[in-house]
Protein backbone atom coordinates (compact mmCIF):
# COMPACT_ATOMS: atom_id res chain seq x y z
CA UNK A 1 0.00 0.00 0.00
CA UNK A 2 1.02 3.58 -1.10
CA UNK A 3 -0.51 6.67 1.69
CA UNK A 4 -0.30 9.83 -0.17
CA UNK A 5 -1.16 13.25 1.65
CA UNK A 6 -1.59 17.02 -0.02
CA UNK A 7 -1.21 20.08 1.79
CA UNK A 8 -0.80 23.13 0.73
CA UNK A 9 -4.13 24.72 -0.64
CA UNK A 10 -6.03 27.60 0.76
CA UNK A 11 -7.52 30.74 -0.02
CA UNK A 12 -5.35 32.83 -2.33
CA UNK A 13 -6.38 36.19 -4.73
CA UNK A 14 -6.24 35.68 -8.71
CA UNK A 15 -2.46 36.37 -9.68
CA UNK A 16 -1.36 34.77 -6.11
CA UNK A 17 0.80 31.71 -5.96
CA UNK A 18 0.58 28.58 -4.42
CA UNK A 19 2.57 24.86 -3.40
CA UNK A 20 0.68 22.28 -3.16
CA UNK A 21 2.79 18.96 -1.79
CA UNK A 22 2.35 15.12 -1.45
CA UNK A 23 3.96 13.38 0.75
CA UNK A 24 4.17 9.44 -0.18
CA UNK A 25 4.48 6.58 2.33
CA UNK A 26 4.05 3.07 2.78
CA UNK A 27 6.07 -0.24 1.33
CA UNK A 28 3.76 -0.26 -1.96
CA UNK A 29 6.32 1.17 -4.25
CA UNK A 30 9.13 2.72 -4.16
CA UNK A 31 8.60 6.53 -4.31
CA UNK A 32 12.18 7.44 -6.44
CA UNK A 33 10.92 4.36 -9.27
CA UNK A 34 7.13 5.53 -9.54
CA UNK A 35 5.48 8.23 -12.05
CA UNK A 36 3.83 11.41 -9.57
CA UNK A 37 0.50 13.00 -11.10
CA UNK A 38 -1.34 16.03 -10.18
CA UNK A 39 -5.23 16.09 -10.82
CA UNK A 40 -8.22 18.36 -9.93
CA UNK A 41 -11.45 18.39 -9.85
CA UNK A 42 -13.59 21.23 -9.70
CA UNK A 43 -17.60 21.22 -8.38
CA UNK A 44 -20.00 19.70 -10.67
CA UNK A 45 -16.88 18.88 -13.32
CA UNK A 46 -15.08 15.73 -14.27
CA UNK A 47 -11.76 15.22 -12.50
CA UNK A 48 -8.81 16.53 -14.60
CA UNK A 49 -4.99 16.10 -15.28
CA UNK A 50 -2.94 19.07 -14.11
CA UNK A 51 0.74 17.28 -14.53
CA UNK A 52 3.13 14.45 -13.97
CA UNK A 53 6.58 13.79 -13.64
CA UNK A 54 8.47 10.73 -14.62
CA UNK A 55 10.46 8.46 -12.60
CA UNK A 56 13.38 10.70 -14.42
CA UNK A 57 11.77 13.98 -14.02
CA UNK A 58 10.49 14.14 -17.01
CA UNK A 59 7.00 16.08 -16.69
CA UNK A 60 3.84 17.03 -18.87
CA UNK A 61 1.46 19.53 -18.36
CA UNK A 62 -1.97 20.57 -19.25
CA UNK A 63 -2.47 23.07 -21.22
CA UNK A 64 -4.36 25.25 -19.13
CA UNK A 65 -1.95 25.36 -16.82
CA UNK A 66 1.29 25.23 -19.04
CA UNK A 67 3.57 28.16 -18.05
CA UNK A 68 1.73 28.64 -15.00
CA UNK A 69 2.71 25.58 -12.87
CA UNK A 70 5.85 23.75 -11.94
CA UNK A 71 5.54 19.86 -10.98
CA UNK A 72 9.22 18.52 -9.33
CA UNK A 73 9.93 16.33 -7.06
CA UNK A 74 12.36 15.39 -4.33
CA UNK A 75 12.99 11.77 -3.82
CA UNK A 76 15.23 12.11 -0.81
CA UNK A 77 11.89 13.29 1.04
CA UNK A 78 9.46 10.98 -1.01
CA UNK A 79 7.32 13.97 -1.73
CA UNK A 80 6.14 15.53 -5.16
CA UNK A 81 5.07 19.29 -5.61
CA UNK A 82 3.01 21.70 -7.55
CA UNK A 83 4.48 25.11 -7.71
CA UNK A 84 1.23 27.52 -8.75
CA UNK A 85 1.68 31.14 -10.23
CA UNK A 86 -0.64 33.46 -11.97
CA UNK A 87 -3.33 31.32 -10.25
CA UNK A 88 -6.89 32.17 -11.64
CA UNK A 89 -10.28 32.01 -10.66
CA UNK A 90 -10.69 28.62 -12.60
CA UNK A 91 -8.07 27.16 -11.28
CA UNK A 92 -10.35 26.46 -8.05
CA UNK A 93 -10.67 22.74 -7.36
CA UNK A 94 -9.99 20.33 -4.93
CA UNK A 95 -6.43 18.95 -6.17
CA UNK A 96 -5.29 15.26 -5.61
CA UNK A 97 -1.62 13.58 -6.28
CA UNK A 98 -1.73 10.67 -7.55
CA UNK A 99 1.06 7.73 -7.97
CA UNK A 100 1.89 5.32 -10.95
CA UNK A 101 4.07 2.63 -12.04
CA UNK A 102 6.99 3.04 -13.35
CA UNK A 103 6.30 -0.14 -15.90
CA UNK A 104 2.61 1.33 -16.47
CA UNK A 105 3.36 5.45 -15.91
CA UNK A 106 -0.16 6.71 -16.92
CA UNK A 107 -1.72 3.86 -15.01
CA UNK A 108 -2.65 6.18 -11.22
CA UNK A 109 -3.66 3.19 -9.00
CA UNK A 110 -3.17 5.15 -5.54
CA UNK A 111 -4.73 8.28 -4.84
CA UNK A 112 -4.16 11.05 -2.00
CA UNK A 113 -7.70 12.55 -0.02
CA UNK A 114 -6.82 16.07 -1.86
CA UNK A 115 -6.40 19.74 -0.47
CA UNK A 116 -8.66 22.31 -2.03
CA UNK A 117 -7.61 25.62 -3.86
CA UNK A 118 -9.72 28.51 -3.59
CA UNK A 119 -8.60 31.00 -5.97
CA UNK A 120 -11.26 34.59 -5.43
CA UNK A 121 -11.40 37.27 -7.99
Known amino acids: QVQLVESGGGLVQAGGSLRLSCAAS??????????MGWFRQAPGKEREFVAA???????LYADSVKGRFTISRDNAHNTVYLQMNSLKPEDTALYYC?????????????WGQGTQVTVSS
Open 98 to 110: ASAPVYAPAQYDY
Open 26 to 35: GRGRTFSSSA
Open 53 to 59: IDWIGGT
